[in-house]
């Protein structure tokens, strides 16, 4: 009997299988049953994503609770649970059912926990972790991901992602239980006591300090947004942020339902085209000046701009720069600017927010892909004050403006470009305005990332042989530009020439990064949450026209480079 029948068959005879799962198992084609019991759905340093449904990779009650008992095994080890963790969860199927059941199991290991009455923002859950001095905390979400998956991440009492030397104590904890089947989270009425419904209490405080980030709340408050939360958890938190900093919000009726099938939108996904539609209609029948969308846990926002008639949809790489000119400026106008000041992005982030942040003073660092990283950096500072956080950002839309929270969070940067627009739109421009010059002051470029999805064992396995023939045979050129040095985050090596040195300041990451002659760079990863290998492209050019006829140019050339 194969590997994947005998998982097959352990499940569908288990006792302890939870009652719908049953049916699923017995309808399996032979595809079906192959993908969901070929391997274990892997608890690695970004938690759990996967697609809903039974089997050893599927997010279900069995494997979440399997990864909730090797972390009640690594809370127990090192805290004795007295902190207790915090829990919340988004919109997705079973998402609640999942975050009150980890609660119980949390209970039937003698660990307090504090849930969310309903669903909450990823943001939210990272400032409560901290507010309620909790050990650490528990978010129920698959982020952006299609209505068929569903995840599971872990944060650290900073309310950060749990960095790689955490998540791999938890990880042996998790990968130690044989048998998650055998798990139940049956707890006494005594243990029912460890758990706290938590809600209202810990929103007034959020926004509170969501709020405080305003830099100038008395601009003139003049404009129109159209907003919209995709179905998810951004819709409460930002209509009351913007309610009480005076905005006018128009939100998207349709997709303000708390709707695990994302009934109203083609894709919850800023980052793709679908998601902006209706919002695009609600902004042309209003004439709204902004378009800002959020993904379903609200860690994500994407930006729409009414510049000249027509509207622009700015990508994450754009949009953080305007933040981080907007943020600067304001704070050197205002002598609010810190000493040391320092600003966090990551190797697959544009090279134009760093030109914008040394234009003020603001150095900048680069991290790994994954908020983590950024989390981590602030910690540290704030812990040794040798630099003072301004802005931190992702290409994906993720930004952070101030620090009380140690995720991306999409209600801060809904209100930091609402006041953004408004202030500019009292000067004559609007926020592309503001990125046009941007480009004239420190060259023009464009970004954009190409993910390659392949799904399934198959798919796995190509992911792999894509970068491993990229470092068997490291491109010198790309299409007929020069590669002038090259990063190697998996082997920690730079090459440039004939010469090879170390790199260092990183965990090691299966991310492979070129820079051009030209000023552009390329760079490849696999994606640490979906079955898809992303390819990452700065290009600069002498124009907007020029630097996208480069980037087409050299998205050709990889597709060309990876299908030999």
């Known amino acids: 009997m194969s590997i994947v029948e005998e998982r097959y068959s ?65 809370i127990n080890e090192n805290n004795g649970g007295k902190a207790g963790i915090a829990i919340g969860y988004d919109n997705r199927h079973m998402s609640k059912e999942f975050a009150f059941d980890c609660a119980d199991l949390l209970a039937k290991n003698n660990i307090k926990s504090y849930v969310f009455e309903s669903l909450r923002p990823t943001p939210e859950l990272s400032f409560a972790v901290r507010h309620l001095n909790c050990f650490g905390g528990i978010m129920i979400t698959a982020s952006h991901n299609p209505k068929e998956y569903n995840g599971y991440k872990l944060y650290d009492d900073k309310g950060c992602q749990l ?67 995709e179905h998810g958890t951004a819709n409460i938190p930002v209509q009351e942020v913007y309610k009480r900093a005076g905005y006018t919000c128009i939100p998207v009726v349709e997709q303000c339902t708390p709707d695990p099938d994302f009934s109203n939108t083609p894709t919850p996904n800023p980052e793709q085209a679908g998601a902006y539609e209706l919002s695009l209609k609600y902004a042309k029948e209003n004439q709204a000046d902004l378009i800002l969308v959020c993904d379903p846990d609200a860690d994500r926002m994407g930006v729409g701009v009414l510049h000249n008639g027509e509207y622009v949809v700015l990508t994450g790489n754009q949009s953080g720069s305007v933040e981080i000119e907007y943020i600067c400026s304001q704070l050197q106008k205002q002598g609010k600017m810190p000493e040391n000041p320092v600003m966090f992005n990551t190797v697959v982030t544009s090279d134009l927010g760093e030109k914008v942040a040394s234009d003020y003073g603001v150095s900048t660092e680069k991290t790994l892909t994954g908020f983590k990283f950024i989390g981590e950096k602030v910690a540290k500072y704030e812990k040794t004050h040798e630099k003072n956080y301004v802005f931190g950002y992702e290409e994906s839309y993720g930004s952070l403006i101030k620090p009380f929270v140690r995720d991306k969070d999409a209600p801060q940067a809904c209100l930091m470009l609402a006041e953004a627009c408004a202030f500019y739109k009292e000067q004559g421009k ?135």
């Open 430 to 564: 609007d926020l592309v305005d503001v990125l046009d010059s941007l480009y004239d002051r420190h060259g023009t470029y464009e970004e954009s990332q190409v993910a390659l999805s392949l799904a399934g064992e198959a798919g796995a396995k190509r992911i792999k042989e894509i970068l491993a023939t990229l470092r068997k045979d490291a491109p010198t050129q790309i299409g007929g530009t020069k590669v002038v040095r090259s990063e190697d985050y998996k082997e920690c090596t730079i090459k440039e020439g004939d010469t090879v040195t170390e790199l260092t300041g990183f965990t090691k990451s299966d991310v492979l990064k070129y820079y051009l002659e030209d000023g552009s760079w390329i760079a490849v990863r696999p994606s640490g949450t979906e079955p898809k290998c992303k390819f990452y492209y700065c290009i600069k050019g002498a124009s907007k026209e020029d630097a996208h006829n480069k980037t087409v140019h050299f998205q050709k050339a990889m597709d060309d480079l990876i299908a030999k």
């Open 10 to 74: 352990k499940w569908l005879n288990h006792e302890n299988l939870a009652p719908q799962y049953k049916p699923v198992l017995e309808a399996m084609d032979a595809e079906e049953k192959n993908d969901a019991f070929y391997t274990t759905i892997e608890f690695g340093t970004a938690g759990m994503r996967g697609l809903l449904g039974p089997g050893t990779n599927r997010i279900n009650i069995h494997t979440i609770r399997k990864a909730t008992q090797g972390y009640a095994n690594y």
């Open 163 to 229: 960095i790689p030397c955490l998540a791999s104590q938890v990880i042996d904890k998790v990968n130690a239980i044989e048998d998650e089947l055998a798990i139940d989270a049956n707890c006494t009425e005594e243990q029912k006591k460890l758990i706290t419904v938590i809600g209202k209490d810990v929103d007034e405080e959020y926004y509170k300090n969501v709020l405080s980030i305003q830099l100038n709340p008395g601009v003139k408050k003049d404009i129109k947004i159209v907003f919209s939360p």
